[in-house]
């Protein structure tokens, strides 16, 4: 049998932060240098945040599209400050992915045991 080292506690404790951080460092690298180009869908919701106005995204969207008006709005804001790149318009995804990153290890360690929030981070990281 295996003998019990009060580090090994503390060390499970913290491994769905550790995880989450590194998974946070990937969704980003991944998003901004990974260069790949947008879906049709997501050139088409571009468009529609483009030519229209906050009061007008509340509205039916160009070309069949439809999202939540709170992330419409986001994106919007996103490409106000950061232009029309596809960087910029990355931002609000990336940053919702990190959420959900920081969302897993709150539940998980809230909830669960330190095994059950690492396993619980790690699906949501491997889900981005």
């Known amino acids: 049998?295996?003998?019990?080292?009060?580090?090994?506690?503390?060390?499970?404790?913290?491994?769905?932060?550790?995880?989450?951080?590194?998974?946070?460092?990937?969704?980003?690298?991944?998003?901004?240098?990974?260069?790949?180009?947008?879906?049709?869908?997501?050139e088409m919701i571009a468009i529609n945040i483009r030519d229209r106005s906050v009061a007008g995204l509340a509205g039916k969207l160009w070309l069949g599209q439809s999202a939540p008006l709170a992330w419409l709005w986001l994106e919007k804001l996103a490409m106000a400050v950061g232009g029309t790149s596809e960087k910029a318009l990355r931002f609000v995804p990336a940053m919702f992915g990190v959420a959900t990153l920081g969302g897993a290890v709150w539940i998980g360690r809230r909830w669960m045991t330190a095994a059950g929030a690492f396993v619980l981070t790690l699906l949501c990281g491997f889900g981005l």
């Open 1 to 42: 049998m295996a003998k019990w080292r009060p580090g090994t506690a503390r060390a499970l404790a913290i491994a769905p932060a550790v995880l989450a951080a590194l998974a946070g460092t990937v969704v980003i690298v991944n998003q901004w240098s990974g260069g790949r180009p947008f879906w049709v869908d997501e």
